[in-house]
């Protein structure tokens, strides 16, 4: 059972919402779907990623894009239908040197992620992209969840102008890191997959999920083990393994 808590506004259109549940587990990378009504308009759940996850108190970060997602974003106070934690999270290392590299809402899972290297006692290098400075959210906990963060925006509103690739392209020449950690736009964790190689990379793959569990299949991603399911296969995986060319 899920309640609302709160909704507070944390970048433009975009809002962080704090639910209480019964679930005192959840691994990074993890996603909740919520039924945004009792009726069917609209008639999938929309699937997010925990943000956070401390006690009884679970987080998500919702960017408005629709219909659904602007429902959401207003909900009161009071019992909310939740399906999850769900799905494959990250692989957490330990006593590693981390390098995290979020595109978008895709930076939500990797503050989770992040929190937990820090608990393992690895070392965590953050580059944090975004489109321009008012979609930046959160940026105050990001920093205190890092060793080092780099802010990186398309139109050099915040921090360093450029895209996340090229960041981390000149920072693994003075670095080693032991795993990468993404998630955002696929164009990205494409090119940081053919860009990075041979470091390991973990990618946590946006997909729109139908069920949400596996049965409409609706979610699938080419790998080269053949098509999975994002949804309970992922959506976090090996980015070598994917065909980023397939549909």
């Not at 009792?38 to 987080?59: A, E, K, Y």
């Not at 408005?64 to 019992?79: D, E, M, N, S, Y």
């Not at 360093?160 to 392209?169: H, L, M, Q, S, T």
Request: net charge positive.
């Amino acid at each position: 059972m899920f309640t609302l808590l709160s909704t507070k506004p944390v970048a433009n259109e975009h809002y962080l919402l704090t639910l209480q549940s019964d679930v005192r587990a959840s691994k990074p990378g993890q996603f909740i779907n919520i039924k945004v009504t009792s009726n069917t308009d609209p008639l999938l759940r929309r699937p997010f990623s925990i943000f956070d996850h401390s006690g009884t108190n679970l987080q998500i970060v919702v960017r408005v894009v629709g219909k659904a997602t602007r429902q959401i974003a207003v909900l009161h106070p009071g019992a909310i239908d939740c399906i999850g934690p769900s799905g494959k999270g990250f692989a957490i290392v330990t006593g590693k040197k981390a390098l995290l590299i979020g595109g978008g809402v895709g930076n939500a899972p990797l503050f989770y992620c992040a929190k937990k290297l820090r608990e393992r006692n690895s070392t965590v290098t953050y580059i944090y992209g975004a489109t321009s400075q008012n979609t930046i959210y959160m940026l105050d906990d990001y920093k205190n969840i890092s060793n080092e963060l780099i802010v990186v925006t398309d139109d050099g509103s915040a921090g360093v102008e450029g895209n996340p690739v090229d960041i981390a392209k000149a920072i693994i020449k003075t670095n080693n890191f032991d795993m990468i950690y993404t998630c955002g736009p696929q164009i990205m964790m494409q090119r940081l997959t053919q860009e990075l190689s041979p470091i390991p990379i973990q990618a946590s793959l946006e997909r729109y999920f139908g069920c949400g569990i596996g049965l409409c299949s609706g979610c699938t991603v080419a790998t080269k083990n053949g098509y999975r399911r994002a949804c309970i296969d992922g959506p976090v995986f090996d980015a070598y393994d994917v065909l980023w060319d397939k549909p």
